[in-house]
Structures are given as structure tokens and as C-alpha cells.
């Protein structure tokens, strides 16, 4: 593949909801532009995508693949994300160096969740976007439906650049209303053709709305229109691109790409109308020497910068970064700083990745997109840049975590491979977290929702050769005491030989801090040199509470007396007479269990109100308020950890995957009498 010039650059990320045709849409571009021979599909697990191994047995995209390929002279990187929301974040690194975004429809379904979210990301990164109208050939497609339900949702920036020649079985291709042409296709090639008679009143009337948005795009097209003066093509293909890419019009074009109807079209409107590199601003970063912000343009002098926007862990070929040429040209054997860790890092020879195919070239322009392999210190997100001119861009907003589940190894001693397994993959996904929680002892991972964490599992076993099977986590409760207690802990032991002594008298009180020791020995009745061992005594039973062993905390111990033998007493002894104090002690002084309660912010739409409010206080969760944010109602509650482990599963269900959570812990708190005695009863 040829080495192409920034403004003939077109990346273009594929965006919907799962099962609206993205992966068949890049299979028929692919197919169009000559670079397979046959169009394929999910079912038989042979698109050129889809190609890791969990993919097709599950029949669905799990990360976003890279597709270059050349059409009329212009380069073309779509980026195929997935529609499922387990798998956001791809989604998010694609949106992240798109300079445009497609949002595929269905035209038996409409307006989905998923397009919703992808309509969302595209407003809120304020990116360029076409809507294709897809499966235009399925029994109960229904174009004019589909772009009333798009005028309604998304406002009068929609704008049809097309309609259809024919619907369901009788589908065969569009008509444009810009070129004024109609087009015809055969699954291979389309010929162009005139305008149907009883269609042309129409394609006049949306050609007109389309007309006046061209007229709105210049002042002097604005005089032309209204002085009666018609305009010429490139007027307007210059006005309707100017309007793309401000983000005043949103074309909606249609066709069928299991039977490769409307692709040739689309892919001539993505050179026409999508932004090339050059026309988004200069890129802005922080200068991490100077602290500064800097910016960075296209100009052929501006030195080099690049962000890696996905990492590709493979346990035989090593690490594949992804990033986009942000300034400047990149070269085999560059020397380049990773700003982030400020590490140098030695490039090799660079590539494309058009699915799992590696092409490579010499060099990669600024705006486009490639990849190099073995970088030691680089993770997604980090910048890479010229040693003498470094700079960081901003981070791309990954979605936090939303499940928590237990993982154990099914064989023994498994333990290590598990940790070095997850960790490659949490390199891999930066939506996936994971963590060993040492109050539990259990390692706890962390995703976007179910099937996201069994993707995970299964390449645990795949790529990494460890099975292991998920479980709920244990709640890190935890114990103190709400009252005072005064007691003695003696340890008087005669074995043959030295014996051993200890003698110690303890007060326990709560107190706001994890724990506070202090002595108040008068003539020494306790040796001085003892008391260490007395609070090391303490401590260490503080591990295990006397309720249902879990950690204790926030009480204070007093040593206000005691006594001690010349010859038995040992700093062992007094170890062993302040853990029987303890637990005498804290028995005594009305212990408690205490659970983690976490603060949660909840964001739905308004009509899912009622059903989450009423669904946090059945988990015992207080609501502290609620804000408008980003056009949905946010609520900020505080909810027990142990009731929102499986939150994410939940919200999904009750707002039909449109609701969204964070979570953080809060504090502390009693846990209710109810409650405590079944956790006890089951601990005991």
C-alpha cells in the first residue's frame, strides 16, 4: 500500500448497536475495493475482523480491528467496533482517533439503545458522523420510518443524502440527491441510471432542504441562493462537507451490505464529505518539561507524536500497539520518548494491520494509523514523541469498571500463571481491572458486565493455559466494639525449667482512628521494655476479630497495669497475655460488625427514575440527591458494597442497557442486627 498524503487520510470508526451490520459493512468495503473475493460472514466465522478465536465462536465482535484500504486514490482506516456494551472501551479508543464516525441502523429495528450511545459519543467528541441506514433489503424494512425516527430523536441535522430504489426483497440500490442520479447494483458493481418519474417530486423536495444547507454554509452561496442563481457541484459538495464536518448536517445514506447494495456510494461519501486529518484543529498536549500546553499541527516540520490507542497481547508474538501519527512522520528504527513513563522506547519497522494481516510500509504519515510490535514500556493511551520535543496528549476516557467477581484456579498452584495472565489482559483492555484483596483473600476482577469477564476467563484458558472458575466476592466486613470493657489477660505456664509470665491489665474503648495504644504504667509494674510486646500482642489479634474473624478496628487499648516475674516473664509471655486480654476485652465491650459502604452515582434517563429509587432503598441504600447530567438524571446514593457486587447485571435489565454507574467506597458503618447474625451464623 501506497504511503499517502494527510489530507487524502479518511479514519472512520463503524459504530451501533450489536447485530446492525458494522463487521458486514467493512466486509463488503473490502470486498468493493478488491482487496477479498467474496464477502464473509459471521455465521461462518470468516470475516476479515473478526478474527480472534473467542470472536467467532461467540459470533460477535469482542475488539475493535483496523481496516485500511484505497478508493480513489484516497486511504481509508475504518476502525469495526463492537456493538455490545461489555466491550465499551474499544469503542471509546476507536471514537478516540476517528476522524469521522458511520452509525449503522437497522431498518427492521430502528432507533436502538445502541444507537443512542453511539449518537451520544459522536456529539459529545463533537465528531463528523454519517448514519446508514442498513439491511434495507430484509422484509419489513422501512426507510421512511427509520429517518422519521431519526428526525425526532436526534433533531433537524439529519438530513437524507439518499433515498431508496426499491425496499425489502425489491431493494436494488438509491437514489442520490446530490449528484441527482440513481445507482443500481449488482452484488458486484452498480451503473448509474435515471430518476424514476414517480419518484422525482421527492428527491426535489429533499434536495431542496439540502440546497438551503449549503446556502447556510457561506455568505456569498447565501446571496447566490437567494438571488435565484443555481449552484454548481462543487459548491455544493463543498457546502454540504463543510456542514459534516461542523456538525450541522448528519447525512443518512442506505443499502444492504450482505448484498453489497449502497457500498460504492458510501465509500465515495466518506472521500467527499468525511474530514481528513487536516481539517480537524491542532491537537493540543502538555509539555511535561515545561509544563505548558503546546499544540501540534500537520506541517511537515512539526516533530513527531503519536498516541497508542489499543494494545494487542499476543502470548507467542508479544505486544502489538496501535497508535495514530498525531504530528510529524514516523520511520523505521525511530528512537522515540514515551512521555507518560518517560522511558525512551526503540520503534522497529512499522505496519498495517488490516484484521489479523500485517503490511508492511516505511513510514507513516501524520493522521494516519499503524502499528509497531515489542515496545517495552508503552501502554494504550500513552503518547510517543520526539526525545527533544516532548509532549502528552490527554487520556482516552475508558468507562470504569461495572462487575466484581471472585476468580480461583481450578487446579492448585495456578496462582501465579492466573496473575500473570490477567495482567497481560488488563494491558490489553483497560476496562478490565483486577486486584487481590488481602482482608478476603481472593483475587477480584473487575468489567464492564457479564459476558465481558467470561470473555476473559475463556482467554485465560486459551492464551494463557490456566482454568479458573468465578464466584461472588466476599465482603471485607469488619469488627470494632461500641462500648468499654476493663480486663485482665494473665499467661502463667510452669513447664520444667524457666516457665513462662504474664500479666497485663487492658481498657478498650472505641476510638475514630484504626487504633490507638497507649500506657499509663506507674512503678513498673509492667517493664518498659515489655510494652512493645504487649501492643504487638494487640495487633496481632486485631487480624481476627471475636464476632466472625474478620479485621477489627477503631478501638483503643489502655495497659494501666499489670506484673511480671524476675526469671518466667519473656516478651512472649506478654505477647500471649495481651491476645487473651483482646479477646477477652472486646467480647466484653458489645462488639459489632461493620460492612464498606460505597457512594454510587447512577445516570438514566428520566423515565427509569422511579424503578431505581425504589430498587436502591430494596438494597438498603440511602439516595443523598439527584443532578441533570448530560442530558440524564443522575443519583447519588450510598448503598452497602454487599448488596451491589451484581449492581451492573441489574441496571442493565431495569433500563434496557441504558443506565450507567460509578462507584467508589465511602466509609464504614454497623451492620444491621438482622443481617450480622447471618453472616456470623455463616462464618461460625
Same mark, same amino acid.
Given at each position: 500500500?501506497?504511503?499517502?498524503?494527510?489530507?487524502?487520510?479518511?479514519?472512520?470508526?463503524?459504530?451501533?448497536?450489536?447485530?446492525?451490520?458494522?463487521?458486514?459493512?467493512?466486509?463488503?468495503?473490502?470486498?468493493?475495493?478488491?482487496?477479498?473475493?467474496?464477502?464473509?460472514?459471521?455465521?461462518?466465522?470468516?470475516?476479515?475482523?473478526?478474527?480472534?478465536?473467542?470472536?467467532?465462536?461467540?459470533?460477535?465482535?469482542?475488539?475493535?480491528?483496523?481496516?485500511?484500504? %484505497?478508493? &480513489?486514490?484516497?486511504?481509508?482506516?475504518?476502525?469495526?467496533?463492537?456493538?455490545?456494551?461489555?466491550?465499551?472501551?474499544?469503542?471509546?479508543?476507536?471514537?478516540?482517533?476517528?476522524?469521522?464516525?458511520?452509525?449503522?441502523?437497522?431498518?427492521?429495528?430502528?432507533?436502538?439503545?445502541?444507537?443512542?450511545?453511539?449518537?451520544?459519543?459522536?456529539?459529545?467528541?463533537?465528531?463528523?458522523?454519517?448514519?446508514?441506514?442498513?439491511?434495507?433489503?430484509?422484509?419489513?424494512?422501512?426507510?421512511?420510518?427509520?429517518?422519521?425516527?431519526?428526525?425526532?430523536?436526534?433533531?433537524?441535522?439529519?438530513?437524507?443524502?439518499?433515498?431508496?430504489?426499491?425496499?425489502?426483497?425489491?431493494?436494488?440500490?438509491?437514489?442520490?440527491?446530490?449528484?441527482?442520479?440513481?445507482?443500481?447494483?449488482?452484488?458486484?458493481?452498480?451503473?448509474?441510471?435515471?430518476?424514476?418519474?414517480?419518484?422525482?417530486?421527492?428527491?426535489?423536495?429533499?434536495?431542496?432542504?439540502?440546497?438551503?444547507?449549503?446556502?447556510?454554509?457561506?455568505?456569498?452561496?447565501?446571496? !447566490?441562493?437567494?438571488?435565484?442563481?443555481?449552484?454548481?457541484?462543487? %459548491?455544493?459538495?463543498?457546502?454540504?462537507?463543510?456542514?459534516?464536518?461542523?456538525?450541522?448536517?448528519?447525512?443518512?445514506?442506505?443499502?444492504?451490505?450482505?448484498?453489497?447494495?449502497?457500498?460504492?456510494?458510501?465509500?465515495?461519501?466518506?472521500?467527499?464529505?468525511?474530514?481528513?486529518?487536516?481539517?480537524?484543529?491542532?491537537?493540543?498536549?502538555?509539555?511535561?518539561?515545561?509544563?505548558?500546553?503546546?499544540?501540534?499541527?500537520?506541517?511537515?516540520?512539526?516533530?513527531?507524536?503519536?498516541?497508542?490507542?489499543?494494545?494487542?497481547?499476543?502470548?507467542?508474538?508479544? !505486544?502489538?500497539?496501535?497508535?495514530?501519527?498525531?504530528?510529524?512522520?514516523?520511520?523505521?528504527?525511530?528512537?522515540?520518548?514515551?512521555?507518560?513513563?518517560?522511558?525512551?522506547?526503540?520503534?522497529?519497522?512499522?505496519?498495517?494491520?488490516?484484521?489479523?494481516?500485517?503490511?508492511?510500509?516505511?513510514?507513516?504519515?501524520?493522521?494516519?494509523?499503524?502499528?509497531?510490535?515489542?515496545?517495552?514500556?508503552?501502554?494504550?493511551?500513552?503518547?510517543?514523541?520526539?526525545?527533544?520535543?516532548?509532549?502528552?496528549?490527554?487520556?482516552?476516557?475508558?468507562?470504569?469498571?461495572?462487575?466484581?467477581?471472585? /476468580?480461583?484456579?481450578?487446579?492448585?498452584?495456578?496462582?501465579?500463571?492466573?496473575?500473570?495472565?490477567?495482567?497481560?489482559?488488563?494491558?490489553?483492555?483497560?476496562?478490565?481491572?483486577?486486584?487481590?484483596?488481602?482482608?478476603?483473600?481472593?483475587?477480584?476482577?473487575?468489567?464492564?458486565?457479564?459476558?465481558?469477564?467470561?470473555?476473559?476467563?475463556?482467554?485465560?484458558?486459551?492464551?494463557?493455559?490456566? %482454568?479458573?472458575?468465578?464466584?461472588?466476592? !466476599?465482603?471485607?466486613?469488619?469488627?470494632?466494639?461500641?462500648?468499654?470493657?476493663?480486663?485482665?489477660?494473665?499467661?502463667?505456664? &510452669?513447664?520444667?525449667?524457666?516457665?513462662?509470665?504474664?500479666?497485663?491489665?487492658?481498657?478498650?474503648?472505641?476510638?475514630?482512628?484504626?487504633?490507638?495504644?497507649?500506657?499509663?504504667?506507674?512503678?513498673?509494674?509492667?517493664?518498659?521494655?515489655?510494652?512493645?510486646?504487649?501492643?504487638?500482642?494487640?495487633?496481632?489479634?486485631?487480624?481476627?476479630? /471475636?464476632?466472625?474473624?474478620?479485621?477489627?478496628?477503631?478501638?483503643?487499648?489502655?495497659?494501666?497495669?499489670?506484673?511480671?516475674?524476675?526469671?518466667?516473664?519473656?516478651?512472649?509471655?506478654?505477647?500471649?497475655?495481651?491476645?487473651?486480654?483482646?479477646?477477652?476485652?472486646?467480647? %466484653?465491650?458489645?462488639?459489632?460488625?461493620?460492612?464498606?459502604?460505597?457512594?454510587?452515582?447512577?445516570?438514566?434517563?428520566?423515565?427509569?427514575?422511579?424503578?431505581?429509587?425504589?430498587?436502591?432503598?430494596?438494597?438498603?441504600?440511602?439516595?443523598?440527591?439527584?443532578?441533570?447530567?448530560?442530558? &440524564?438524571?443522575?443519583?447519588?446514593?450510598?448503598?452497602?458494597?454487599?448488596?451491589?457486587?451484581?449492581?451492573?447485571?441489574?441496571?442493565?435489565?431495569?433500563?434496557?442497557?441504558?443506565?450507567?454507574?460509578?462507584?467508589?467506597?465511602?466509609?464504614?458503618?454497623?451492620?444491621?442486627?438482622?443481617?450480622?447474625? !447471618?453472616?456470623?451464623?455463616? &462464618?461460625?
Amino acid at each position: 500500500m501506497k504511503i499517502y498524503e494527510t489530507d487524502r487520510i479518511r479514519n472512520i470508526a463503524l459504530l451501533g448497536h450489536g447485530g446492525s451490520g458494522k463487521t458486514t459493512l467493512a466486509e463488503a468495503a473490502l470486498f468493493t475495493a478488491k482487496y477479498t473475493n467474496r464477502i464473509g460472514t459471521i455465521e461462518d466465522g470468516n470475516t476479515t475482523s473478526d478474527f480472534d478465536k473467542e470472536e467467532i465462536n461467540r459470533r460477535l465482535s469482542i475488539n475493535t480491528s483496523l481496516l485500511p484500504m %484505497e478508493w &480513489q486514490n484516497y486511504k481509508i482506516n475504518f476502525l469495526d467496533s463492537p456493538g455490545y456494551f461489555d466491550f465499551i472501551g474499544e469503542v471509546q479508543s476507536a471514537v478516540k482517533v476517528s476522524g469521522g464516525i458511520i452509525i449503522l441502523a437497522d431498518a427492521t429495528s430502528g432507533i436502538e439503545v445502541g444507537t443512542e450511545k453511539a449518537w451520544n459519543y459522536a456529539i459529545d467528541k463533537k465528531k463528523p458522523t454519517f448514519i446508514f441506514v442498513n439491511k434495507m433489503d430484509r422484509e419489513n424494512a422501512n426507510f421512511k420510518k427509520v429517518l422519521e425516527e431519526l428526525r425526532e430523536k436526534f433533531g433537524k441535522k439529519i438530513a437524507p443524502f439518499q433515498i431508496p430504489l426499491g425496499e425489502q426483497e425489491s431493494f436494488v440500490g438509491n437514489i442520490n440527491v446530490v449528484k441527482m442520479v440513481a445507482r443500481k447494483y449488482d452484488g458486484e458493481t452498480c451503473k448509474d441510471d435515471s430518476i424514476p418519474e414517480d419518484l422525482m417530486e421527492e428527491v426535489q423536495s429533499i434536495r431542496e432542504l439540502l440546497l438551503e444547507s449549503v446556502a447556510e454554509s457561506d455568505d456569498a452561496l447565501l446571496d !447566490k441562493y437567494f438571488s435565484g442563481e443555481p449552484f454548481t457541484e462543487e %459548491e455544493i459538495r463543498e457546502g454540504l462537507r463543510k456542514g459534516v464536518i461542523n456538525g450541522d448536517i448528519v447525512p443518512v445514506i442506505c443499502g444492504a451490505a450482505s448484498k453489497n447494495i449502497g457500498i460504492h456510494t458510501l465509500l465515495e461519501m466518506i472521500c467527499d464529505y468525511s474530514p481528513s486529518p487536516v481539517d480537524m484543529p491542532p491537537k493540543q498536549g502538555d509539555n511535561p518539561v515545561t509544563n505548558k500546553v503546546e499544540e501540534r499541527t500537520l506541517g511537515p516540520s512539526e516533530p513527531f507524536s503519536a498516541q497508542v490507542f489499543k494494545t494487542i497481547v499476543d502470548p507467542y508474538i508479544g !505486544k502489538i500497539s496501535l497508535f495514530k501519527v498525531i504530528s510529524g512522520r514516523l520511520t523505521a528504527d525511530m528512537e522515540v520518548l514515551n512521555a507518560n513513563k518517560n522511558q525512551k522506547e526503540k520503534l522497529g519497522s512499522p505496519f498495517l494491520l488490516r484484521g489479523k494481516q500485517q503490511i508492511e510500509v516505511d513510514e507513516v504519515n501524520a493522521g494516519d494509523i499503524a502499528a509497531v510490535a515489542k515496545l517495552q514500556h508503552t501502554l494504550t493511551g500513552d503518547t510517543l514523541c520526539s526525545v527533544e520535543k516532548p509532549i502528552v496528549y490527554s487520556d482516552i476516557e475508558f468507562s470504569t469498571p461495572q462487575l466484581f467477581l471472585a /476468580v480461583e484456579p481450578k487446579a492448585r498452584g495456578d496462582e501465579e500463571k492466573i496473575g500473570n495472565g490477567l495482567q497481560r489482559l488488563a494491558e490489553e483492555d483497560p476496562t478490565f481491572q483486577f486486584e487481590r484483596n488481602k482482608e478476603t483473600k481472593q483475587t477480584i476482577i473487575k468489567g464492564q458486565g457479564e459476558l465481558h469477564l467470561r470473555v476473559i476467563t475463556s482467554k485465560l484458558k486459551n492464551k494463557f493455559g490456566v %482454568e479458573v472458575q468465578l464466584s461472588d466476592p !466476599k465482603v471485607p466486613y469488619r469488627e470494632t466494639i461500641k462500648s468499654k470493657s476493663d480486663v485482665q489477660g494473665k499467661h502463667k505456664k &510452669q513447664s520444667g525449667g524457666h516457665g513462662q509470665y504474664g500479666d497485663v491489665k487492658i481498657r478498650f474503648e472505641p476510638t475514630a482512628s484504626d487504633f490507638e495504644f497507649a500506657e499509663e504504667i506507674f512503678g513498673g509494674a509492667v517493664p518498659k521494655s515489655y510494652i512493645p510486646a504487649v501492643e504487638k500482642g494487640i495487633k496481632d489479634c486485631m487480624e481476627k476479630g /471475636v464476632l466472625a474473624g474478620y479485621p477489627v478496628t477503631n478501638i483503643k487499648a489502655v495497659l494501666y497495669d499489670g506484673s511480671y516475674h524476675d526469671v518466667d516473664s519473656s516478651e512472649m509471655a506478654f505477647k500471649i497475655a495481651a491476645s487473651l486480654a483482646f479477646k477477652k476485652g472486646i467480647s %466484653e465491650a458489645k462488639p459489632v460488625l461493620l460492612e464498606p459502604i460505597m457512594k454510587v452515582e447512577i445516570k438514566v434517563p428520566d423515565e427509569y427514575m422511579g424503578d431505581i429509587m425504589g430498587d436502591i432503598n430494596k438494597r438498603r441504600g440511602r439516595i443523598l440527591g439527584m443532578e441533570p447530567k448530560g442530558g &440524564q438524571q443522575c443519583i447519588i446514593a450510598e448503598v452497602p458494597q454487599a448488596e451491589m457486587f451484581k449492581y451492573a447485571i441489574d441496571l442493565r435489565s431495569m433500563t434496557q442497557s441504558r443506565g450507567s454507574f460509578e462507584m467508589d467506597f465511602a466509609r464504614y458503618e454497623e451492620v444491621p442486627q438482622m443481617i450480622s447474625e !447471618k453472616v456470623v451464623a455463616q &462464618q461460625g
